[in-house]
């Protein structure tokens, strides 16, 4: 097919970008063309058209406004998307034949710059990694927004699921080498690259960034990244901070499943901020103090040492409520400091942002001043460490307007008095139109004509237009015809072209050397990009801090402390979010108590009456004092917890192909396999997926298992109250339940916790809570009142309100006395089944029933416990019933 030569640069180039959406820039477009142009259309909802594309062919096509390509580029990227950006590399005025072209930048989900495209309170991380044959993986990560990155290694697969999920990446990239089922795996939940060209070697222009690193595993994953970033962004990226290789076991480890579970930095069921962790502590003055907060909330420390150093500064500044008030006020004209250096590095600053890093500027001699007013040694050192970066700031000062254009295009920008050839283009341009006014005047006396007009525009320049009526004024000889209108003629005299050459080229000067000085300082600003990253990293941190003292002065919230032999007690412990959230603000308070003799609690009481809740409020107030914060509660002594557990709430994979029974079983499973003795585990309901027996036995083997081999702080809220026996087995296991009482057949929840056992479940009036009908909840009293009388005539206890069933053996071989040998033997003894008399018609069995018999015959009852006899005697009756 013979295309014409730009349909064929147009595939030559799309050739090298099979995977990504070419934005071909013509004019004042970026057009698309072929499959790109038929899917853009559907995806960004925009008008599919045709272009010659050879002789006779027409081709498909869509475009979008190259001023707002970035609307249309996050669009897509948000879909998961790649884009080249093909540019213009030439002026088209100088151009002789086609224009020329290239690709400037590719734009993938992990490498967006443009704040349109970004969240202003969430990291935006690039990942590699890289697998090796012992079962590790080396991990690296970088927001190219911010500079940051780091690298680390793991010891398994679980470890990395949980690293991808705590640090929210958006894209990753992968050899092809990479296991393909662990590849789909990711590709399920993020954007997956993989990357054929992207050595493991890191780039000599980037080797500032792995200096002091020497390990080959951490070496690998972090040359894929860096290869990536330099193939797809085609520029230098100095802006990016020298690699920290950081440990995973040096922070609080949170699995995904709990980090949901707990809502640390969204819901579960409407996946927002509102009501999480997250929002409940955001009082952050900027938007780097909210990435740093939602770092700090997914990685709570271990190092009881800086945790002590953050709780010192949040106690003084919420003492000193004046000083953080004014802390507070400066912070808020602090702009986005990591992102505008960002930005600044990689070229696609703007005069307003380059502004906003002055004012930001100008707030730190403030801060470091009130810092020094509060009497506190780590606020003081966060003070000291602080660079005003005055330099930068008088630079930025000295040379751009104090209300300058979005656009570099126009210029405008650059401060009178900053460059002198810059004053005298300007001088030359403003002198220059006033002269053309004068001359207007002149020429209008001269000829008389009042509506003469000098005008201007970019194919034939000044002119002089007079309209058709007062032709017959016109001087003879001065005046040279340039255009005819319907209406008027337009001209140009020797006086106003010699004008109008100094003009213009005094115009295309200036905006020039606009964008040429202006460019200077963006290189000028680069140089200290450094001090102004650890700047930023400061300040962002102070506004943590401050939120801490602010959100703790607001909720009575107490400083905790930190027990060397594991006890766990809590007084008057509240649930954060639920206490904000409570319209009545009647949130009721309970205590915790687990010193070294108590490592587990096992809880029972009423659904809605607050077991969930109560475990909860436990693992929120541990991770709020292991970030630092300030806790809930009226006095708070805790563990330093290396890693928090939870199974709690009732869902499925129905992508995996799991049930809700087997992702009840993932969960338990990852916790019994990873939890130590200095963890903390939240089991809530482990066994209601399956039946009665199955689920008892699965829960007491689960708070045996915990008991005798992992010694975890654990709390188990369980309906078995079959369970409850265990505080006699089990040393260092308690019992405790929800309060509930029973008024005129309503069940009233007391929400507060007691010790003891709960002597039911309720679970009829929490249906008949629930608004189910009337007749159902009549009816579920009846077999509720017939199930609780064959209990009681066989002395059978049942599990929970559900249909009566056996006590587990190891209850029973918990309570049993040893028979008299006498009660073994004797003539009064009499067999189960006697034989059926001679004369009786013997009544044809069922397959059912046949079951049952031999069942029977397998039954050894000599080396059977009465209970155990008894519970086998009533599930085979059950059986016949059936």
């Not at 004797?826 to 069995?845: I, R, S, T, V, Y």
Request: glycine content about 6%; some cysteine.
């Amino acid at each position: 097919m013979s295309y014409t030569p730009m349909i064929k640069h147009y595939l030559s180039v799309k050739a090298q970008y099979p995977d990504a959406f070419l934005f071909y820039r013509i004019g004042d477009f970026y057009e698309l063309f072929f499959d790109d142009a038929l899917k853009a259309s559907k995806e960004l909802e925009i008008t599919l058209t045709s272009r010659t594309g050879g002789k006779d062919e027409y081709i498909p096509m869509c475009g979008v406004p190259h001023h707002a390509v970035n609307q249309y580029i996050k669009v897509l990227i948000d879909k998961g998307y790649r884009i080249a950006i093909c540019e213009q590399m030439e002026d088209p005025k100088l151009a002789k034949g086609m224009v020329k072209r290239g690709v400037i930048q590719m734009i993938t989900p992990g490498t967006v710059m443009e704040d349109d495209s970004l969240e202003p309170k969430k990291n935006n991380y690039l990942a590699a990694l890289s697998a090796f044959s012992d079962g590790s993986y080396g991990y690296a990560m970088s927001d190219l927004t911010t500079g940051e990155t780091k690298v680390t290694m793991i010891a398994g697969w679980d470890g990395v699921v949980e690293e991808l999920d705590a640090n929210d990446v958006r894209e990753i990239v992968l050899d092809p080498s990479f296991d393909k089922k662990k590849q789909s795996w990711l590709t399920e939940r993020l954007n997956v690259t993989i990357s054929e060209d992207a050595s493991e070697q890191v780039p000599e222009q980037l080797q500032a960034i792995v200096s002091g690193i020497d390990q080959e595993k951490l070496l690998s994953p972090l040359g894929r990244l860096l290869n990536y970033l330099l193939r797809t962004q085609k520029r230098s990226l100095d802006h990016l901070q020298q690699a920290d290789v950081y440990q995973i076991s040096a922070s609080m480890m949170i699995d995904p499943h709990s980090r949901r579970n707990l809502e640390l930095t969204r819901t579960n069921r409407e996946k927002k901020n509102y009501g999480s962790l997250l929002w409940l502590l955001d009082d952050v003055r900027t938007a780097m103090g909210g990435r740093r907060l939602k770092q700090w909330i997914e990685k709570p420390l271990l190092n009881r040492e800086k945790i002590e150093d953050r709780l010192n500064a949040v106690s003084a500044l919420k003492k000193h409520m004046l000083e953080r008030e004014t802390l507070r006020k400066l912070l808020n004209d602090v702009y986005d400091l990591e992102r505008l250096v960002g930005r600044v590095s990689f070229g696609n600053v703007n005069p307003r942002e380059v502004l906003q890093l002055k004012r930001s500027l100008d707030q730190v001699p403030g801060i470091k001043k009130t810092l020094d007013e509060i009497p506190d040694e780590a606020l003081h050192a966060y003070g000291a460490q602080m660079d005003p970066c005055e330099p930068v700031r008088s630079l930025i000062a000295g040379a751009i307007v104090d209300d300058p254009p979005f656009s570099t295009g126009d210029g405008g920008m650059i401060r009178s008095g900053y460059n002198e050839k810059l004053d005298s283009y300007r001088d030359a341009s403003k002198n220059g139109k006033r002269w053309i006014a004068e001359l207007e005047a002149r020429e209008r006396q001269a000829t008389g004509i009042k509506s003469l007009k000098i005008g201007y525009n970019r194919v034939f320049g000044y002119y002089i237009e007079v309209s058709r009526p007062n032709l017959k004024l016109i001087p003879e000889g001065r005046y040279e015809r340039r255009q005819t209108l319907s209406n008027a003629e337009r001209f140009i005299t020797p006086e106003l072209k010699e004008k109008e050459q100094i003009i213009l080229e005094a115009e295309e000067k200036r905006v020039s050397l606009e964008m040429q000085l202006f460019n200077d300082v963006r290189m000028k600003i680069k140089g200290y990009a450094a001090p102004l990253q650890k700047l930023a990293r400061l300040v962002s941190a102070l506004d943590v801090l401050q939120s801490f003292a602010s959100v703790s002065d607001r909720n009575n919230y107490i400083r905790p402390e930190f027990s060397e032999d594991r006890t766990l007690e809590i007084k008057n412990s509240r649930h954060p979010v639920i206490e904000k959230v409570m319209a009545d603000g009647a949130f009721v308070a309970n205590d915790i108590h687990m010193d070294k003799s108590c490592d587990m609690l096992l809880i029972t009481g009423p659904n809605m009456g607050g077991k969930s809740t109560y475990m909860r409020q436990a693992a929120l107030t541990a991770i709020m004092a292991q970030i630092g914060c300030f806790v809930p509660a009226d006095k708070a002594v805790l563990p330093i917890f290396d890693q928090i557990f939870t199974r709690i709430g009732a869902a499925d994979d129905l992508v995996s192909g799991q049930s809700t029974f087997m992702v009840e079983m993932d969960e338990a499973r990852y916790a019994l396999t990873h939890a130590t003795q200095n963890s903390l585990i939240l089991l809530d309901e482990i066994g209601r997926g399956t039946s009665t027996y199955d689920g008892i036995a699965i829960a007491q083997a689960i708070v045996e298992y915990i008991h005798q081999h992992i010694s975890a702080k654990t709390f188990f809220s369980t309906h078995y109250h079959e369970l409850t026996f265990l505080d006699q087995k089990l040393e260092r296991l308690k019992n405790i339940h929800v309060g509930a009482m029973e008024e005129n057949g309503t069940v009233v929840f007391l929400h507060k916790v007691l010790p003891g056992q709960a002597d039911k479940s309720y679970g009829i009036h929490v249906a008949k809570l629930a608004g189910l009908p009337d007749a159902l909840i009549d009816r579920a009293d009846d077999i509720l009142k017939r199930l609780e009388d064959e209990k009681d005539s066989t002395h059978e206890p049942a599990a929970d309100s559900s249909d009566a069933a056996p006590l587990v053996r190891e209850q029973a071989a918990a309570t049993r006395e040893e028979p008299d040998e006498s009660d073994e033997e004797g003539p009064e003894q009499l067999a189960l089944f006697a034989d059926p008399q001679p004369n009786q018609k013997q009544k044809k069995l069922s397959r059912h029933e046949q079951k049952v018999l031999h069942e029977l015959e397998r039954i050894d009852l000599l080396t059977m416990t009465p209970m155990d006899a008894m519970n086998q005697l009533y599930a085979l009756q059950k059986e016949l019933k059936k």
